[in-house]
């Protein structure tokens, strides 16, 4: 039977088993729209600016490990969606994201609402496509899952035309689809993991790294099996934490900028380094003339571009972190290989000589509130099992080193492209996927008020979010930037004329709560968790001149860190 | 060090922007880049020419890789190779210049084209070095016009970039 195009594009998301799609509509989409309406497999969210429609789909992928989906009209609506789209592509999340376009025959007229979407979102995809013919919308769309979701995973735009939406094709939604151009790597070559493996038995300092990509891998598992194999000491990134659980002795905290020392230190003086699924940033990395100088390094990536791109690896393996992981296992396990004992208790005393420094000491005595000491609460209170997202900036990374993630795709925040208004709508994301399980949105004053908006959509569809506002009246980071390197000039990082939150919360039907002194934060936090038809705006009034440390300033190796 | 990388592509709308766009947001050089159909239409082949130290040759080959309408890539540099360039010059030929200028184009094996009564068209192939020194050769008063082809490469022997 033959169906129009925005049939056709509904079916298909139908079968390939979308169960949210994030969006706004507009008049080239109009057609798509009508289509949707008529049906209730797949659930339309109607986000308040198309950005959050990308963070939400985004939110959901990094919770669920499935793509997310977004439909945004043509020319405002798809250039209001790239920052999202750029969000992802620097995480590598799988997103399929809809743009309608003008009429095939008006592209390139300067139509109403017309922009070259596919010009304009090439730097910041995996790949996009523009449907040009009905006939090919159902394999493209197919391509475009297929795509986003293999490999390294990455968002990918399929633009469409109005009159290809209202043009009528036979429906035909293929199962699977080959791509003579893109054939991703699973298997990691078996001599390369060998010579890993040898390296790693042979090590006396040895220090596992891990990024965003075990998570992506989903591979956490096999990740805890190998470390606990081989008791070596681990720390993840930004993009990583969670994959091995936080609250084991093996975990030596997060590395980098804003790093624990032990972590940091450790990665400085290590013999032989294990890189998983994490790409050298230079928020990780520090100096890199002075990164790791004593390491061999062993680096396990699916995208074989990652590898010697910033850092030159000793051995490179391509392919799928998971499956390299069991590998890596069977090779030790079957050659019942044996690390020396004496020298890894050595290090191990050594790291824990540099963790005795307790560098995320902070004031507990204060009568102000210590931002640190809202996280610290909000993890007692959620019993560490909450799904945290967060913005960008201090706030950010006090949750990061303060909520111990012991479970993979927790802790939701747009690290490579850092993007403020992440937060809230990445929590909708979450939320959707889980109806039930507690999601907190860490958050500053600043980064919040960039998708403030979506305090709407939370009412629409009731979602008991919590929001953690750490109001320090000061874009905090720039600020702490400002006291250490410009010499406390700062420049517009004070945040003026900031709405009541509470008030504002109510007005859209929310629950609002100020807290001011640090005795009421935990009250608060259970308080907070009782309400569960609605989102809740917790206004934490913090300490305007807390610093996040420790911090290696710009040009610092790994091991020259500012401490508190 | 100058390279040749020879690129089999996807023959798609943007697919070109898709290279160029890689080249400029990494801040590569491209010192030259032709591109065609093959005999396989669904396939275009490029040439391009860059620089780079070999670590950013590798990521340069590696970043191709990745592109989705790239189907498969060689750097031609890699093994022996024969490289050619065509040019097209229109000279200002008048009274015993045409001569002179014929006799210069037939010690390059340059062939004229196209003649009017004051110019001469000439056509010639060769590697960079032979065009550029032919342009030298040329009083520089002379030339009109200079069009030249950019590098299409292709390797010696058995080897042979295909699917």
């Known amino acids: ?564 | 060090m100058r390279h040749i990388i020879s690129i089999l592509m996807e023959n798609e709308a943007g697919a070109l922007s898709r290279v160029a766009g890689l080249f400029s947001a990494r801040g590569y050089n491209i010192e030259s880049l032709t591109v065609a159909p093959t005999e396989d239409p669904s396939l275009s082949r490029m040439t391009l020419v860059t620089t780079g130290t070999d670590q950013i040759i590798e990521q340069i080959t590696k970043q191709l890789n990745k592109l989705i309408d790239v189907v498969k890539l060689m750097d031609m540099t890699e093994g022996p190779h024969i490289e050619r360039e065509m040019m097209l010059v229109k000279v200002s030929a008048v009274d015993k210049e045409r001569a002179e200028l014929n006799r210069l184009a037939s010690i390059f094996r340059g062939r004229i084209i196209d003649v009017s009564d004051k110019t001469y068209t000439i056509e010639l192939t060769g590697d960079g070095d032979k065009l550029d020194a032919f342009l030298q050769a040329l009083d520089s008063t002379v030339i009109l016009e200079v069009v030249r082809s950019g590098v299409s490469g292709i390797a010696r022997g058995q080897r042979a970039l295909r699917l």
């Open chain 1, 1 to 564: 039977m033959e169906l129009t195009g925005a049939e056709i594009f509904v079916r298909c998301l139908k079968e390939q088993g979308v169960e949210f799609l994030f969006g706004y509509p507009g008049g080239a989409v109009l057609h798509i729209y009508d289509a949707l309406y008529v049906q209730d497999d797949v659930k339309h969210i109607l986000v308040r600016h198309e950005q959050a429609a990308t963070h939400a789909a985004d939110g959901y992928a990094r919770a669920t490990g499935k793509p997310g989906v977004v439909l945004v009209t043509s020319g405002p609506g798809a250039t209001n969606a790239v920052t999202g789209i750029a969000t992802a592509y620097m995480d590598s999340i799988p997103m399929v994201v809809f743009t309608g376009q003008v009429p095939t025959h008006l592209i390139g007229n300067d139509a109403f609402q017309e922009a070259d979407n596919i010009g304009i979102t090439r730097p910041c995809v995996k790949h996009n496509f523009l449907v040009k013919d009905v006939d090919r919308l159902a394999i493209t769309i197919k391509k475009a899952f297929y795509v986003a979701t293999s490999g390294r995973p990455g968002p990918v735009v399929v633009d469409i035309p109005k009159d290809i939406t209202a043009e009528k094709a036979e429906f035909d939604y293929p199962k699977t689809v080959t791509m003579r151009s893109y054939n991703p790597v699973v298997k990691g070559h078996t001599g390369q993991i060998r010579k890993a493996v040898d390296l790693l038995i042979s090590a006396r300092r040895p220090m596992i790294y891990t990024g965003g990509g075990v998570l992506l891998g989903n591979a956490s598992e096999s990740l805890t099996e190998l470390t606990h194999l081989l008791e070596f000491p681990i720390t993840n990134t930004l993009m990583g934490l969670g994959a091995f659980p936080a609250t084991d002795r093996q975990f030596v905290g997060m590395l980098g900028m804003h790093g624990t020392y032990e972590g940091n230190m450790g990665m400085h003086h290590s013999d032989v380094l294990l890189a998983i699924g994490a790409r050298f940033d230079d928020r990780v990395t520090g100096n890199i003339d002075k990164f790791c100088p004593a390491a061999k390094i062993i680096h396990i990536d699916i995208d074989p571009a990652s590898i010697s791109k910033n850092v030159k690896v000793d051995v490179p393996i391509v392919g799928c972190v998971d499956n390299v992981l069991k590998t890596m296992i069977k090779e030790i396990k079957a050659r019942k290989l044996e690390i020396d004992k004496q020298a890894l208790a050595e290090w191990w005393k050594q790291i824990d000589e540099w963790r005795d420094m307790d560098c995320l000491k902070y004031d507990r005595e204060s009568d102000l509130i210590k931002p640190q000491f809202v996280v610290e609460s909000l993890y007692e209170a959620t019993g560490g099992d909450a799904f945290v997202t967060s913005d960008v900036g201090q706030h950010q990374m006090w949750a990061a080193q303060y909520y111990k993630f012991d479970k993979p795709n927790r802790w939701i925040n747009s690290g490579g492209l850092g993007t403020m208004g992440f937060g809230l709508p990445a929590a909708m994301g979450v939320q959707f996927a889980y109806p039930d399980a507690t999601v907190a949105c860490v958050t500053g004053e600043g980064s919040i008020q960039m998708c403030i908006q979506e305090l709407s959509t939370c009412r629409q569809y009731g979602l008991p979010i919590m929001i953690v506002n750490l109001n320090n009246r000061y874009l905090g980071m720039v600020r702490q930037w400002q006291e250490f390197f410009y010499q406390g000039r700062y420049a517009m990082s004070y945040m003026d004329s900031l709405p009541d939150f509470v008030k504002l919360a109510e007005s859209y039907g929310h629950v609002g709560m100020q807290i001011n002194r640090p005795g009421d934060v935990k009250d608060a936090f259970r308080e907070a968790l009782k309400v569960r038809d609605r989102l809740v705006f917790l206004d934490f009034i913090t300490d305007q001149t807390e610093n996040v440390y420790p911090m290696i300033p710009a040009g610092g190796g790994q091991n020259e860190m500012i401490l508190v």
